[in-house]
C-alpha cells in the first residue's frame, strides 16, 4: 500500500469509528499536523509507532487498520447511479442548507444580554472565519465574542445548537440522495459542532462517503485549498461532482472548478429541493 492509500485507509477508518481528527488526536496523543498530513499522503512512511497508536485509538489491530479487511463496506447495499449531467457524488453544505439558526442565535444573545442584535451579529462574523479555521478554540471564540459585545461571559455552541433548526425537507433528500449517490458534508464550521448536530439529529447522522469540516482543515470556503480536498476524497472527476450551498461566492468558487452546483434557497426549501430532485435524476443509459 502506498502512502496515499494508507492514509486514506486511515482516514477511513477514522470516519467509520465516528472520530473528527482532533478527537483522534487527543486519543493517539498525536499532533494534528502530523494526522492530517498523514491522511493526504503528505507523510511518506510514518513509524510503526505512530500506526500502532492510531490502532489503539481506534480500538484496532494493526492489521485490521492497514490490511484488506481494515474496513466494512460502506453500502452493501447500494446501486450507485449517475445522473443525466454525469454527477457520481453529491456535497451539501450544512449551514444555512440542513440547518438555519443564525438570525435565532443572535436574537436570543441580544435578548438575554441586552445587546443590539446588529452588534452581536457584527461581532460574530468578525471571528467566525478564524473560528471556522480552527484558528480559535471553542473558549478563545467565546472570550473574543464576549469583550466584543460587552459582555462578561458567553457560550456560543449553546446558543448554536439550541437555535439550529433542522431543514426537513432536506433531510429527507440527504437521506435518498445516500440511497443512489456518493455523498458528502462540504461545511464551513467550529471546531466539534458538526459531531454534536449529528446527535441532535440536525444533520443526519448517516455514513456519509466523505466529511469535509472546515476546522480541521484550516481552510475555508470559498478558498481554493478546501475545494482541492473535497475534489481528492472525493476521488472522482471535478465534472462528476454536485454542490449545494446557500453562499454564492461558495458556489462560484465550485464552478469554476468544474463542478456541478446549486443555489439553495433556505426561504424556499421545498422549491430549492424540487430543482436539486429534478438534477440528480439518473441517467438511463
Known amino acids: 500500500m502506498d502512502e496515499r492509500g494508507l492514509g486514506k485507509q486511515l482516514q477511513l477508518a477514522r470516519q467509520a469509528a465516528g472520530l473528527t481528527q482532533q478527537a483522534l488526536c487527543q486519543r493517539a496523543n498525536l499532533s494534528f499536523s502530523t494526522l492530517t498530513k498523514i ?31 481494515a474496513l ?13 449531467s454525469g ?5 451539501f453544505d450544512v449551514n444555512g442548507v440542513l440547518i438555519r439558526f443564525y438570525q435565532r442565535a443572535f436574537g436570543r444573545i441580544a435578548e438575554e444580554n441586552n445587546v443590539p442584535s446588529d452588534v452581536v451579529e457584527t461581532a460574530f462574523w468578525h471571528f467566525n472565519d478564524a473560528a471556522c479555521r480552527g484558528e480559535f478554540t471553542a473558549d478563545d471564540f467565546n472570550n473574543a465574542l464576549a469583550e466584543r459585545i460587552g459582555v462578561n461571559s458567553i457560550n456560543w455552541a449553546e446558543y448554536y445548537l439550541q437555535a439550529a ?3 426537513n425537507e432536506m433531510h429527507d433528500l440527504v437521506r435518498w440522495t445516500a440511497e443512489h449517490y456518493q455523498i458528502g458534508l462540504l461545511t464551513n464550521i467550529m471546531p466539534g459542532l458538526l459531531e454534536e448536530l449529528k446527535k441532535l439529529d440536525k444533520v443526519p447522522a448517516i455514513a456519509y462517503d466523505v466529511t469535509v469540516d472546515s476546522s480541521e482543515l484550516g481552510t475555508i470556503k470559498p478558498e481554493a485549498d478546501i475545494y482541492a480536498v473535497a475534489e481528492d476524497r472525493a476521488n472522482v472527476n471535478p465534472s462528476e461532482i454536485l454542490f449545494i450551498d446557500d453562499t454564492k461566492a461558495n458556489l462560484t468558487a465550485a464552478e469554476a472548478r468544474g463542478w456541478h452546483v446549486l443555489w439553495f434557497d433556505y426561504g424556499r426549501p421545498a422549491e430549492s429541493v424540487a430543482e436539486i430532485r429534478k438534477a440528480l435524476e439518473p441517467s438511463t443509459d
Open 39 to 69: 491522511e493526504r499522503g503528505a507523510i511518506k512512511s510514518p513509524s510503526i509507532f505512530t500506526i500502532q497508536a492510531i490502532a489503539g485509538a481506534l480500538n484496532m489491530g494493526l492489521d485490521q487498520l492497514i490490511g484488506n479487511s
Open 72 to 84: 466494512p463496506a460502506k453500502s452493501t447495499n447500494r446501486l450507485l447511479k449517475t445522473t443525466k
Open 87 to 91: 454527477v457520481k457524488f453529491v456535497y
Open 165 to 167: 433548526e433542522k431543514i
